[in-house]
C-alpha cells in the first residue's frame, strides 16, 4: 500500500515536514494494511482515497473511504 501524505510539506524539503509526513506513513501503514489484507483477492490493481485523522499519541481514528481514484 503506497499513501502520500501532506505533498506541499514535502515539497518544501524541511527536514521537520519530511520526518513527519514519514512518521505519518508509518502511522497509516501499521493501522490500514492489516484491515485491507483480510481481502487481499479484492485489492488487486485497487486504487482508494482514503480519509483519515491520526492523534498525538499516533493513533489512526474516523478513517472514511472516500472514492476510487481509477
Known amino acids: 500500500m503506497i499513501c502520500f501524505h501532506a505533498l506541499a510539506l514535502a515539497a518544501s524539503k524541511l527536514p521537520a515536514a519530511d ?3 514519514e512518521r ?3 502511522i ?3 493501522a490500514l494494511h492489516p484491515p485491507l489484507m483480510k481481502h487481499p ?3 488487486n490493481g ?3 482515497k482514503i480519509h483519515y485523522a491520526v492523534d498525538r499519541d499516533g ?3 474516523n478513517v472514511k473511504y472516500i472514492a476510487n481514484t481509477r
Open 24 to 26: 505519518l506513513k508509518t
Open 46 to 48: 485497487v486504487a482508494m
Open 59 to 61: 493513533h489512526v481514528h
Open 28 to 30: 497509516a501503514n501499521k
Open 19 to 21: 520526518a513527519y509526513n
Open 41 to 43: 483477492d479484492r485489492l
